[in-house]
């Protein structure tokens, strides 16, 4: 299913005038994709898919750890890749899920949840990502093949302005 992920983003990419080129795999682990607007590098793009996913209640909806394993995986190829962020790093999740939403990144990236009777609980599991957030510049979230949401730090407005006026996203 990686791979409907990846033509889903290609498409919505392009259709907002952005030329999308595949990077080949190969030993070195590196991003899904050199995004160029204009023929000028705008970004590394990497595409994680969520798979339909069952509900398991144990300590932790295992979505959290789920998406925090993508997040982790994202992290080591753009560090391999651009660790300078020369250009922006941005992660793009792919959910096949109906019931997973923008909502549980947010969660995974704050690293706490609201209960169904408003409390802020926090998931303890999420923290060893924390000092390492800054690598990625800018998250897309598609909900099947529409792009529904988006999330950066603002102090990464700078490194992502431009890609946000692009693809006609608020800031």
């Given at each position: 299913?990686?791979?409907?992920?990846?033509?889903?983003?290609?498409?919505?990419?392009?259709?907002?005038?952005?030329?999308?080129?595949?990077?080949?795999?190969?030993?070195?682990?590196?991003?899904?994709?050199?995004?160029?607007?204009?023929?000028?590098?705008?970004?590394?793009?990497?595409?994680?898919?969520?798979?339909?996913?069952?509900?398991?209640?144990?300590?932790?909806?295992?979505?959290?750890?789920?998406?925090?394993?993508?997040?982790?995986?994202?992290?080591?190829?753009?560090?391999?890749?651009?660790?300078?962020?020369?250009?922006?790093?941005?992660?793009?999740?792919?959910?096949?899920?109906?019931?997973?939403?923008?909502?549980?990144?947010?969660?995974?990236?704050?690293?706490?949840?609201?209960?169904?009777?408003?409390?802020?609980?926090?998931?303890?599991?999420?923290k060893r990502l924390e000092n390492k957030l800054f690598l990625i510049d800018l998250y897309l979230w598609f909900?099947?093949?529409?792009?529904?949401?988006?999330?950066?730090?603002?102090?990464?407005?700078?490194?992502?302005?431009?890609?946000?006026?692009?693809?006609?996203?608020?800031?």
């Amino acid at each position: 299913m990686a791979k409907s992920g990846e033509r889903i983003v290609k498409e919505q990419l392009e259709n907002k005038g952005l030329k999308v080129v595949k990077i080949p795999e190969g030993d070195i682990k590196t991003v899904d994709f050199e995004i160029y607007y204009k023929h000028e590098l705008l970004c590394y793009l990497e595409e994680k898919t969520i798979e339909l996913t069952p509900l398991a209640w144990k300590n932790i909806d295992p979505i959290y750890s789920s998406i925090s394993r993508h997040i982790y995986d994202a992290i080591k190829q753009f560090k391999s890749l651009n660790p300078d962020q020369v250009v922006p790093n941005v992660l793009s999740f792919t959910s096949m899920d109906q019931a997973r939403t923008i909502n549980d990144l947010a969660v995974t990236l704050t690293g706490h949840v609201i209960t169904a009777g408003g409390k802020m609980r926090p998931l303890h599991n999420m923290k060893r990502l924390e000092n390492k957030l800054f690598l990625i510049d800018l998250y897309l979230w598609f909900d099947h093949d529409q792009l529904t949401g988006h999330i950066y730090d603002e102090a990464n407005l700078s490194r992502v302005e431009r890609m946000l006026e692009i693809l006609g996203l608020e800031k």
